[in-house]
């Protein structure tokens, strides 16, 4: 198997998941992948730097690229969001725990000042499909904060109780509630998600 500094990431966010943001080494890194440190460091230049890339990665690379931020409705943001979640969930050759995978994102923001800041900065973007689809009529005139950090929320979701979860029923649930959120703040003018 060839290591790649995309395998490197996919192994460190995927043992974050499993062990946790803190508990992660580069140690057991190289032992998941069977590779020498001097790879690990060739590609990163240190473990904060490695852990740094690997969430924005799997946090928010694939969520604001290859979209018109300026154009693009919220439905079909949204839907663009469940897509690339549904890919990220599947790291590699192993599939994440949805709220596992928010645990990480929470300790994160929490542990490492850059990726709080790389957050905010993205979250802005996303607030400005907000903005632009109260603007354009589709969602009813309501606070964009209010609207943002509701889907946030939603998908930021760490904990289940209502029923003993497994990731696809969670998933499942996060994706039900994100379209039912969507139907109470759509226009009357604009026609149901789902």
């Given at each position: 198997m060839k290591i790649t500094r995309e395998k490197i990431l996919e192994a460190a966010f995927f043992l974050m998941v499993e062990t946790g943001y803190d508990d992660i080494s580069i140690g057991d890194i190289q032992k998941f992948l069977g590779i020498s440190r001097g790879l690990l460091y060739f590609y990163f230049k240190n473990k904060e730097d490695l852990v740094f890339h690997a969430c924005r990665h799997f946090f928010f690379d694939g969520y604001l690229t290859d979209?018109?931020?300026?154009?693009?409705?919220?439905?079909?943001?949204?839907?663009?969001?469940v897509k690339v979640e549904?890919?990220?969930?599947?790291?590699?050759?192993?599939?994440?725990?949805?709220?596992?995978?928010?645990?990480?994102?929470?300790?994160?923001?929490?542990?490492?000042?850059?990726?709080?800041?790389?957050?905010?900065?993205?979250f802005t973007k996303a607030m400005m499909v907000?903005?632009?689809?109260?603007?354009?009529?589709?969602?009813?005139?309501?606070?964009?904060?209010?609207?943002?950090?509701?889907?946030?929320s939603i998908l930021g979701r760490t904990t289940y109780i209502t029923k003993t979860p497994n990731g696809d029923y969670v998933k499942k649930r996060i994706v039900e509630d994100i379209w039912n959120f969507y139907n109470l703040i759509k226009s009357d003018k604009t026609p149901n998600a789902y």
């Open positions: 979209i018109d931020l300026e154009n693009i409705t919220l439905k079909d943001f949204l839907i663009h969001v549904d890919e990220l969930l599947r790291c590699g050759e192993h599939t994440i725990d949805i709220l596992r995978y928010n645990i990480v994102y929470s300790r994160a923001i929490l542990r490492d000042e850059r990726f709080k800041k790389y957050s905010i900065e993205e907000i903005r632009n689809a109260k603007l354009r009529g589709e969602i009813k005139d309501l606070s964009e904060k209010f609207v943002g950090a509701t889907l946030l």
